[in-house]
């Protein structure tokens, strides 16, 4: 995990734009989203529990939520459990089975069905976040709308969050002071001592008020306080003062001619506001500034002394001059999540300005630890919403390069432009040096790389490893789009030594350039993959042009789809190359001839041109065809509930696929063996799949999730002329309750007879290869261990029992995994896989997972974890062994940030 600055500033300039002027936004009218009794409604739910969130008591934490997708309840067979009816395609299930809707009781809304799509967990079990789920109702935005509600103030007009906006136009009612005195020459009304008055929803308490219709100039003075609804403003001064009505006339320009009362809204929306000791107190913020002005109609302003909450943020600023919604300058600013007096930690800038919600400058940035300053220092940052990060940090141990520390940091060339060296020195492997770069001028038309970004990485040690990494994307318009990268590794096992964390499933680089046009009607794209390694058997395309015809509609019920291959290929591992066009051309009739049963015949026809033979003979054709046909059909049925369930519902989605291909022109082993396009051989073939999915609806929350979940397939060649093979799959998850459940996963594959073709070694080869292995029982090279591994019989067995209840505030999550690998009668693996993490307490959790090697007896992997939270601060201790040696690391992340890591 690194320490990612870039998303650090964002939030802080997000932040300190957004939450310190919640009082002085733009009076702007805004659709409403919910109407304002729900809104505040849910946020008086949410208050206790953000009230705590700002005493510290509850540290936000971000947790990564799981899809929901809302259903109406009404109607009711739009729910998963109820029958879809008459617009079912399925066969209608007799009437005693269904479950009727429950009838909403009168006065209540009815109950809303959520589907929940439970995904598989299959990272590695880690020690549970010793707080509990959070309190805080904005993790529940996508990351674009809580960006959003942070940039944008929370002004007069957001209902869900705040004040309403007040209608200056309306009288004031419930007027009590002790004096009231009215000009009637200038009609200007002055109420001294204890005024009490009410304007719509709000209600207003000072010691003094004056105010005048005609000038459209408001004053409060002394112990001001507005109240409406949760929210709450108070002042030693407040004034509120209207433009002149020319002003306001140039507003109408390109409008029709306002009535008297349009005219009065309007003026009283582009005023001036000023505030002496400002304190405003809404739902997820508080702020107090000691002086406030602002004007509503040109949209900027100024705040001094400002410091106050947002959500989870803690923040100060010595001053802010705005110049528009967007648009800012901070001075003097602290931010930090710490709820303390004296935070553990904050962020101090000297000067942040903000243009638009892209546009982020930062001087002088440093994080503190208490009163400490730290090393963690930027002088200068140009950056926005595409920026990659300020200072890359990490750390720690592994096992085949020991101690380590990375660390990269990124400088502004130009706007569009930030480069910065890396330095990586390891314990086994010497010092790496290198750098990054990133580029961005998706946005500047004036440049000759308009529309393209890219990145570029490099790093080289003084134990000659490296590697060096080229990324570019050009996008013509949305349809029209290159890609190219470039890599060089110094060996096979350089990634995975250096960032096993990250890139451990990593095998090859890649080198390509891919151009691609999408249309509605079809998909053009032409590559070029060079392999720049020798230990890469990829096929290369020199270069390679692809066209994609999507299938449509060619007469009634017949559809057509074509497809067409170009190029010229190279697989230097099999010492073959040459020119290739391959051209596919498929008819598909899709016939109904009962309203549940759909039946497809399909006719393909494949020809090929091939520039020369995998003998290097002459260059040849080939010609195939393909018939075939599909049935299948789809039926459902629901049944009462029991066991916490209010009721099910069966999804059944039985098919069959016979399919005949005859030899083609061109006998299997004279053609070459590029890619899986040239796999072309006669075969008869049937294939099997049926689809059982058991939905459950919780009686209690109405949430409804796949309960259970049955597939098997099943494929068998009748006729093959080069290997019959035989193919069996099946997969079983079984949900009782969205957070644990049991999985298992099993395929078989049999070869009954073998015939090799032009991609397997030489008959002189192959007949070492077998001895060898015999006489030694093991693999005389990679060639050997791929020839045999090509055309073999082999099996595979998945499964786990998963529990984890920590995301609804429980304190456990476990696996139990079994994992079984044979190949041609040896087996590859065997192993059990167990681990638990628990939540001790508030403060402290653990957590364990075992790899057992059950075959050879040993240990494969064991990583231990221990977590720790202090009122900021969390911390984790994770140790980790396997085959090749131990890793150690250390992380540090701050309790409402999880993701942004500190490792060593």
């Known amino acids: 995990m690194k320490l990612n600055s870039r998303r650090d500033i964002l939030l802080m300039a997000a932040v300190i734009l957004g939450a310190m002027f919640p009082a002085v936004a733009v009076q702007r009218q805004h659709p409403a989203v919910r109407d304002a009794e729900a809104n505040r409604h849910n946020f008086n739910q949410a208050l206790a529990t953000l009230a705590k969130l700002r005493d510290g008591q509850e540290a936000a934490e971000t947790i990564e939520e799981q899809p929901l997708i809302i259903v109406e309840a009404d109607p009711a067979e739009k729910a998963v459990p109820a029958e879809d009816g008459a617009s079912s395609a399925a066969t209608e299930s007799p009437k005693g089975d269904d479950v009727p809707p429950a009838e909403p009781v009168e006065g209540e809304s009815a109950p809303v069905t959520t589907y929940r799509r439970v995904p598989l967990n299959t990272g590695g079990i880690r020690a549970p976040r010793p707080s509990r789920p959070s309190a805080n109702p904005l993790e529940q935005l996508d990351k674009r709308t809580l960006q959003d509600a942070l940039l944008r103030p929370l002004e007069f007009g957001e209902t869900s969050l705040g004040f309403e906006p007040p209608d200056w136009t309306e009288p004031l009612r419930d007027i009590e002071a002790d004096s009231m005195v009215t000009d009637l020459n200038t009609n200007e009304t002055v109420l001294n001592d204890n005024v009490h008055l009410r304007l719509g929803a709000m209600l207003f308490e000072s010691d003094a008020f004056r105010y005048s219709e005609a000038e459209g100039h408001y004053q409060a003075v002394g112990n001001v306080r507005v109240r409406q609804h949760e929210s709450t403003l108070t002042a030693d001064k407040l004034t509120y003062t209207a433009p002149d009505p020319e002003i306001v006339e140039r507003t109408f320009i390109l409008e029709p001619g306002p009535d008297e009362q349009r005219f009065a809204k309007r003026r009283l929306s582009m005023g001036r506001l000023l505030a002496e000791n400002l304190h405003v107190v809404e739902p997820t913020r508080e702020m107090r500034a000691e002086y406030v002005d602002y004007d509503f109609a040109k949209e900027s302003g100024e705040i001094r002394n400002a410091q106050g909450v947002a959500t989870i943020f803690h923040y100060d600023a010595a001053q802010i001059q705005i110049n528009g919604p967007d648009d800012a300058v901070i001075k003097d600013a602290w931010l930090t999540t710490c709820p303390r007096p004296n935070p553990h930690y904050r962020i101090h800038v000297d000067e942040l300005t903000l243009k638009g919600k892209e546009d982020i400058t930062v001087r002088k940035a440093r994080l503190y630890l208490g009163r400490v300053k730290t090393p963690f220092y930027i002088p200068f940052y140009r950056g926005g919403e595409n920026r990659p990060y300020m200072l890359d940090y990490e750390s720690g141990r592994r096992a085949e390069i020991g101690y380590f520390a990375n660390v990269g940091t990124q400088f502004e060339i130009s706007p569009e432009v930030t480069a910065g060296p890396r330095i990586m020195p390891t314990e086994k492997e010497g010092v790496g040096l290198g750098g990054d770069l990133y ?45 190219m990268e470039a890599e060089h590794w110094s060996d096979e096992d350089f990634y995975k030594d250096f960032f096993y964390d990250d890139y451990r499933n990593r095998t090859t680089p890649r080198t390509f350039a891919n151009i691609t046009y999408r249309h509605p009607d079809f998909i053009a794209s032409g590559t070029a993959r060079v392999n720049t390694h020798s230990w890469i058997s990829e096929t290369e395309s020199l270069p390679e042009a692809a066209f994609h015809l999507i299938e449509r509609p060619l007469a009634h019920n017949f559809f057509v789809s074509y ?77 009462p509930g029991f066991l916490g369930f209010s009721g099910f519902k069966h999804v059944i989605e039985p098919s069959i696929t016979y399919s005949y291909r005859p030899s083609s022109t061109l006998a299997a082993e004279k053609a070459p063996r590029f890619d899986s396009l040239d796999n072309v051989y006669g075969r008869s073939r049937i294939e099997t799949k049926i689809n059982n999915v058991f939905y459950g609806k919780d009686a209690e929350t109405n949430e409804v999730w796949q309960a259970a ?67 030694f029982n093991d693999y005389y090279n990679e060639e050997a261990e791929n020839y045999r591994s090509a055309t073999a019989d082999f099996a595979r067995l998945l499964t786990q029992v998963y529990y984890d209840n920590t995301l609804l505030g429980g304190k456990i999550t476990s696996r139990l995994g079994f994992a079984y690998t044979d190949t041609r009668g040896e087996i590859f693996n065997r192993e059990i896989l167990y681990g638990m993490g628990y939540r001790l307490n508030e403060k402290w959790a653990v957590g364990f997972e075992h790899i057992y090697n059950l075959k050879g007896g040993y240990m494969r992997s064991q990583t231990y974890e221990l977590r720790h939270k202090f009122d900021c601060w969390e911390t984790a201790l994770r140790f980790r062994d396997r085959e090749s040696g131990f890793d150690v690391n250390v992380e540090f992340s701050l309790v409402a940030f999880p993701g942004s890591a500190i490792r060593f």
Do not use: C
């Open 709 to 775: 979940r049955l597939t098997l397939y099943q494929g068998n060649d009748f006729w093959n002329e080069v290997r019959k093979a035989d193919d069996y799959e099946f997969e079983i998850d079984v949900r009782p309750r969205p957070w644990w459940g049991v999985q298992v996963v099993g395929e078989k594959h049999n070869i009954d007879e073998d015939f090799y073709l032009g991609d397997t070694p030489p008959l002189y080869k192959r007949w070492f290869y077998d001895a060898y292995e015999e006489l």
């Open 563 to 639: 497809d067409t291959i170009s190029g010229y290929n190279r697989q230097k591992w099999m010492d073959m190359e040459g020119a290739r066009s391959i051209h596919i051309a498929r008819l598909t009739y899709d016939w109904e001839p009962v309203k549940s049963l759909n039946i497809t015949p399909f006719y393909e026809a494949e020809g090929a041109w091939y520039q020369r033979t995998a003998d290097w003979d002459d260059s040849a054709t080939r010609f195939s065809n393909t018939f075939g046909v599909t049935a299948q059909t789809r039926l459902h049925k629901v049944y």
């Open 439 to 483: 580029y961005d001028f998706m946005r500047k038309p004036s440049s000759y790389l308009y529309r393209t970004k890219g990145e570029a990485h490099v790093l080289h040690t003084t134990e000659d490893r490296g590697y060096g990494m080229l990324r570019h994307r050009w996008e013509y318009d949305d349809n029209l789009v290159l890609r």
